[in-house]
T-cell receptor
Framework: GAGVSQSPSNKVTEKGKDVELRCDPI?????LYWYRQSLGQGLEFLIY????????KSGLPSDRFSAERTGGSVSTLTIQRTQQEDSAVYLC????????????FGPGTRLLVL | QKEVEQDPGPLSVPEGAIVSLNCTYS??????FMWYRQYSRKGPELLMY????GNKEDGRFTAQVDKSSKYISLFIRDSQPSDSATYLC????????????FGKGTLLTVNP
């Protein structure tokens, strides 16, 4: 079946602009995660959604970052007033059920802030 | 000290070689240990998953966990050019703490 999809695959924006990144998880997966992968760095946890529970936002680096998940499926990560240090690959993953179920990753969105 | 340390490499080996990749960690609460493979411009994919200490084998891949030393390893036997990728270790305490902590990844190239 279809895996996790993310769009856009690449995004170039100017400093100060807002961006929205989209994630379509695997159908039926109740858990959804966002990570950030910066050059030379490991994956950094950003946010976790599980079913209808309140999301765990503890990994969001600043209040310029927010995410929502509509209808328990598609998720959007929004970065407001982008800064150059926001340039990274943003990865989405989904899993079926409670952790530590296997997380399946999408291909990522490569964000470049000029 | 970072919670998870992983030598970034790069590591270059000839086809057929045995490859050893490893990570050290400092958080004794970690119970779940994973290895992910990430091809260029792709998302990571889970290779091996181990709970607590011990060995696990899957085909050409063997994962080892030594909790007493806080050290995990991934061995690749008979390495192939298709194994060329970045290998990421990841771990979590499990239970109600689901967050994965990743190493920075080791870039492996297997030369034909």
């Amino acid at each position: 079946g279809a895996g996790v999809s993310q769009s856009p695959s690449n995004k170039v924006t100017e400093k100060g602009k807002d961006v929205e990144l989209r994630c379509d998880p695997i159908s039926g997966h109740t858990a959804l995660y966002w990570y950030r992968q910066s050059l030379g760095q490991g994956l950094e946890f950003l946010i976790y959604f599980q079913g209808n529970s309140a999301p765990d936002k503890s990994g969001l680096p600043s209040d310029r970052f927010s995410a929502e998940r509509t209808g328990g499926s598609v998720s959007t990560l929004t970065i407001q007033r982008t800064q150059q240090e926001d340039s990274a690959v943003y990865l989405c993953a989904s899993s079926f059920g409670e952790p530590p179920e296997t997380q399946y990753f999408g291909p990522g969105t490569r964000l470049l802030v000029l | 000290q970072k919670e998870v340390e992983q030598d970034p490499g790069p590591l270059s080996v000839p086809e057929g070689a045995i490859v050893s990749l490893n990570c050290t960690y400092s958080n004794s609460a970690f119970q779940y240990f994973m290895w992910y493979r990430q091809y260029s411009r792709k998302g990571p994919e889970l290779l091996m998953y181990t709970y607590s200490s011990g060995n696990k084998e899957d085909g050409r891949f063997t994962a080892q966990v030594d909790k007493s030393s806080k050290y995990i390893s991934l061995f690749i036997r008979d390495s192939q050019p298709s194994d060329s990728a970045t290998y990421l270790c990841a771990m979590s305490p499990g239970g109600s703490n689901y967050k994965l902590t990743f190493g920075k990844g080791t870039l492996l190239t297997v030369n034909p």
